[in-house]
């Protein structure tokens, strides 16, 4: 496994809740899904709407080993994520099937593996599609990815845009997630967490 990080990205840092002069801050965790190649950006929030890039990158897997080990890569990478930056929410691109089925079957396993992984972090977990994503950056339900990089160099006033391409869309979800927060979106998983209690881990979010 590896785990990379792009190189336009500021040195990163252990998020604080609140800093020097009292600002509430948000840390949002975005996610673009893949076996081969998952894109990950943290992205920073105050409470007067700004945004700040934190980090963001890639965990790859070796195409050479069997699916099982290639899962086990992608957990440990987001596992290493998570307990760095402790997210206060999540996002994630939905699963969208391309015409090679094969390849869209082994992305689905992939991404059921970062959802339990996520969920038992944090428990504000959204979904969104490519089309929300393209109509919250941009605007417009049918932009060009080039179009949606850009407005993620915007928004996060970034010198140039993010590389690669997995990361980008990572930061995208980050970035829609912020503009979309709605209440009745979260993964309400109330009553799971009412009968794992003996089992929590020192870091759990669940309710």
Known sequence: MKVSVGGWTAVAFLPKRKKEDGKTVMIILGIDPGIATLGFGVIEKDERGNFRAVDCGVVTTPKEEGLPVRLAMLE???????????????????????????????????????????????GKLFEYTPLQI??????????????????????????????????????????????????????????????????????????
């Open 76 to 122: 440990e990478g987001i596992q290493r994520i998570l307990d760095k930056y402790h997210p206060d929410e999540i996002a994630m691109e939905e699963l969208f099937f391309s015409k090679n089925i094969t390849t869209g079957i082994a992305v689905a396993h992939a991404r059921g593996v970062i959802l339990i992984t996520c969920i038992k972090e944090c």
């Open 134 to 207: 393209k109509q919250a950056l941009t605007g417009y339900g049918r932009a060009e990815k080039r179009q949606i990089q850009e407005m993620v160099k915007l928004y996060l006033n970034l010198p140039k845009i993010p590389k690669p391409d997995d990361a980008a869309d990572a930061l995208a979800a980050a970035v829609t997630c912020s503009f979309l927060y709605r209440e009745d979106e979260v993964l309400e998983l109330e009553e799971f967490s009412n009968s794992r209690k003996k089992n929590r881990t020192r870091r759990s979010r669940y309710n």
